[in-house]
Nanobody
Framework: QVQLAESGGGSVQAGGSLRLSCAASGYAHSARNDLCMGWFRQAPGEERRVVAAIYVDGGYTYYPDSVKGRFTISQDPTKNTVYLQMNSLKPEDTAMYFC?????????????????????WGQGTQVTVTS
């Protein structure tokens, strides 16, 4: 059974930084060949949207315009862990952040078409940015 364990998050003032971590377990080694991992966020009353994605085999990444240049996703394959470094945080970044993973094509993962419809979700971690 695939599981995602998140850590990080919290409250920070605007302009500050936070780092989220997500450790994956339960994947067979061969399954990592087409695995997309990343982070979604959801604010109250809004849809859950991807904010960063990484295709594990090759390290290709995707960011929407709203976070591009401020957020960086990275991975440590030896630990089956992905990280989300969030800099220059804004109040509008306030949301529940969810780690996600799903075997899928690289074009979906890094083309902005990944919705994790059949994948695994972490439990979520709150990020609050105060002005």
């Amino acid at each position: 059974q695939v599981q995602l364990a998140e850590s990080g998050g919290g409250s920070v003032q605007a302009g500050g930084s936070l780092r989220l971590s997500c450790a994956a377990s339960g994947y067979a080694h061969s399954a990592r060949n087409d695995l997309c991992m990343g982070w979604f966020r959801q604010a109250p009353g809004e849809e859950r949207r991807v904010v960063a994605a990484i295709y594990v085999d090759g390290g290709y990444t995707y960011y929407p315009d709203s976070v591009k240049g401020r957020f960086t996703i990275s991975q440590d394959p030896t630990k089956n862990t992905v990280y989300l470094q969030m800099n220059s945080l804004k109040p509008e970044d306030t949301a529940m952040y969810f780690c996600a993973s799903e075997p899928t094509a690289e074009s979906y993962c890094t083309g902005g078409f990944w919705y994790n419809l059949a994948g695994t979700w972490g439990q979520g971690t709150q990020v609050t940015v105060t002005s």
